[in-house]
């Protein structure tokens, strides 16, 4: 696991969007694995502005993200899909039949998990995963105590998740969905060949020490990323604060 310590967000943004730039310019119809949440909207601005200044082509890119809220539409407010598209898919050339979000609203939820699953791998996998970190430790909505050996499936929210959640719900805990839909972590482990962890922020430092120093334990569902040959964490220096071994910086 390798970690890169940004001096600020900023940094980090910069540092994520050219591994993404680079490797988009070296192979035109790569596979890339988003994320949603706070952390990666500042990536996101970056590539807006690469793909502005010409240095990045969309038109052969896929996509696939990571979760979606069982229950809400593509088009609700607070859905990933409409997320997505708001931060970046409306800014850039991606055919939009290259993008794949989970349809939370599927009446056949299981269905839509398989179906998922086997896109991806019928894509040959994913290029480059960017990640973002709850608290708690949890990828995706992989949440602590998932299974290392979970596939997409409908996963249970933590309360915690809620709670961190309901700002994009207005504050209100209650209108935040109990259900999504994500990636499982062996999808995650198995179909991504270069894994992005994004942190930032003094509360993801202890997930971030656990995830890097602590035992590989579904307790700190990230831990698992320690056994994967190609992640590399860029933590700004809050998110980095807790880490015990100097050689990162
Ligand atoms: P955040 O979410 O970027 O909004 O902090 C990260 C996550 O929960 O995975």
Redesign the pocket.
């Given at each position: 696991m390798k970690i890169l310590i940004a001096n600020h967000y900023e940094e980090l943004c910069k540092l994520s969007a050219n591994i993404i730039k680079e490797h988009v310019q070296a192979k035109k119809d790569a596979v890339l694995g988003l994320?949603t949440?706070?952390?990666p909207v500042g990536l996101y601005k970056q590539l807006i502005s690469d793909y502005q200044a010409g240095e990045i082509d969309f038109s052969k890119v896929t996509t696939f993200n990571l979760d979606e809220y069982a229950g809400l539409s593509p088009s609700h407010p607070q859905s990933y899909n409409h997320f997505m598209h708001e931060h970046l898919f409306q800014h850039i050339n991606m055919q939009p039949d290259h993008i794949h979000i989970p349809q939370g609203d599927n009446p056949q939820l299981e269905a839509e998990c398989m179906v998922y699953e086997d896109l991806i791998r019928q894509a040959g996998g994913i290029d480059v995963q960017i990640l973002?970190?709850?608290a708690n430790g949890?990828i995706g909505f992989n949440e602590p105590r998932s299974d290392f050996e979970d596939r997409t499936r409908i996963v249970k929210l933590s309360e915690s998740t809620i709670q961190?959640n309901a700002r994009f719900f207005g504050g209100d805990p209650v209108l935040v969905p109990r259900l999504a839909i994500s990636m499982g972590i062996k999808t995650i482990m198995e179909f991504s060949k270069q894994i992005v962890l994004l942190a930032s922020g003094e509360e993801k430092a202890d997930a971030i020490q656990k995830m890097a120093e602590g035992p590989v334990t579904t307790d700190v569902p990230a831990s698992i990323l320690q056994k994967h040959n190609h992640v590399t964490v860029i933590a700004d220096q809050k998110a980095a604060q807790k880490l015990k071994k100097a050689s990162y910086l």
């Open positions: 994320a949440g706070s952390t973002g970190i709850g949890h961190a």
